[in-house]
């Protein structure tokens, strides 16, 4: 059971474009949110988090939007730049000693 | 502050040899866990730990190991190994309270094919 669904599996974007990934969740349980970053060889980073108290939160050009009601929340990536080409995961997680599920991830590639 | 580290980066196995995969963190993290990681399938959680002496099951277990006698330590263990188990093995960690408790850090990962 998949309990969090992430779309698109990829995506290609335009240098100064905007970059959005979708995801879903169904335990009503998670009470964080992180998207990650994955360069090539490497493992992943986190990129930057919410907490389902707040709706939007921006982090230079990268924001994540939280929908509680439709438990979907979003990545934008503002300006995409070609540095932004990497694997991009969602995830979602419950109190503290819980783990930390992934969705399948987003492989974006920012064309100059 | 090394963070994550894990050993070997990569290994070829032969179906049904036996290995442990090593990790180690320096941030005193109560919480440590192995993904294994498939094209197309995202990070599949195999087994986790809240502290020495406490390990559980994740998503996909059948045929792997773990244990936990140090806060440092979570070796991951092989039992027989089968091609069905090539993939790249992230082992992470993170902390269970303070400011950014929730932030879980990955080690570099090690790519393990069976053939």
């Known amino acids: 059971q998949q309990q969090v669904k992430q779309s698109p599996q990829s995506l290609i974007v335009q240098k100064g474009g905007i970059s959005i990934i979708n995801c879903a969740y169904e335990n009503t349980a998670f009470d964080y949110f992180p998207w990650y970053q994955q360069f090539p060889g490497k493992g992943p980073a986190l990129l930057i988090a919410i907490r389902p108290d707040v709706s939007e939160k921006k982090e230079g050009r990268f924001t994540i939007s939280f929908n509680k009601s439709a438990k979907q929340f979003s990545l934008h990536i503002m300006d995409s730049q070609p540095g932004d080409s990497a694997t991009y995961f969602c995830?979602?997680?419950?109190?503290?000693?819980?783990?930390?599920?992934f969705g399948k991830g987003t492989t974006l590639s920012v064309s100059s | 502050n090394a963070g994550v580290t894990q050993t070997p980066k990569f290994q070829v196995l032969k179906t049904g040899q036996s290995m442990t995969l090593q990790c180690a963190q320096d941030?005193?993290?109560?919480?440590m866990s192995w993904y294994r990681q498939d094209p197309g399938m995202g990070l599949r959680l195999i087994h986790y730990s809240v502290g020495a002496g406490i390990t559980d099951q994740g998503e996909v277990p059948n045929g792997y190991n773990v244990s936990r006698s140090t806060t440092e330590d979570f070796p991951l263990r092989l039992l027989s190994a089968a091609p069905s188990q090539t993939s790249v093995y992230f082992c992470?960690?993170?902390?269970?309270?303070?400011?950014?408790?929730?932030?879980?850090?990955f080690g570099p990962g090690t790519r393990l094919t069976v053939l």
């Open positions: 995830a979602a997680k419950g109190q503290a000693g819980t783990a930390l599920i």
């Open positions: 992470a960690s993170r902390g269970l309270a303070g400011v950014s408790y929730n932030e879980q850090f």
């Open positions: 941030m005193n993290h109560e919480y």
